[in-house]
């Protein structure tokens, strides 16, 4: 498994922007595909990008497309996720996940970070 830590939560108005980083240690980390998922209070944690193992395919969920994106250092062993527009709707603790193979449900990512709050103010 990959040791996770995101970085770069906090607190900002609506249409806003913030870029949320996960820093994996370990020298396989061009081997994990990575994601970020989010949980809202009272509710499931959910998908909201993931990205292949070298960077070069990417997918989104329906609510974030066109407003966050995805991408990777392989070289820092870090994923980032670049969120603009902000709603707060947006609101939730955001989570890195990685695994070895492509997925988009949680219960297919083995490794995960502890989480970062991102709080978007109406």
């Known amino acids: 498994q990959v040791q996770l830590v995101e970085s770069g939560g906090g607190l900002v108005q609506a249409g806003g922007s913030l870029r949320l980083s996960c820093a994996a240690s370990g020298r396989t980390f061009s081997s994990y595909v990575m994601a970020w998922f989010r949980q809202a209070p009272g509710k499931e944690r959910e998908f909201v990008a993931t990205?292949?193992?070298?960077?070069?395919?990417?997918a989104y969920a329906d609510s974030v497309k066109g407003r966050f994106t995805i991408s990777r250092d392989n070289a820092k062993n870090t994923v980032y996720l670049q969120m603009n527009n902000l709603k707060p709707e947006d609101t939730a603790v955001y989570y890195c996940?990685?695994?070895?193979?492509?997925?988009?449900?949680?219960?297919?990512?083995?490794?995960w970070g502890q989480g970062t709050q991102v709080t978007v103010s109406s």
């Open positions: 996940a990685a695994d070895l193979s492509p997925s988009v449900s949680q219960r297919d990512f083995g490794s």
């Open positions: 990205i292949s193992w070298s960077g070069g395919s990417t």
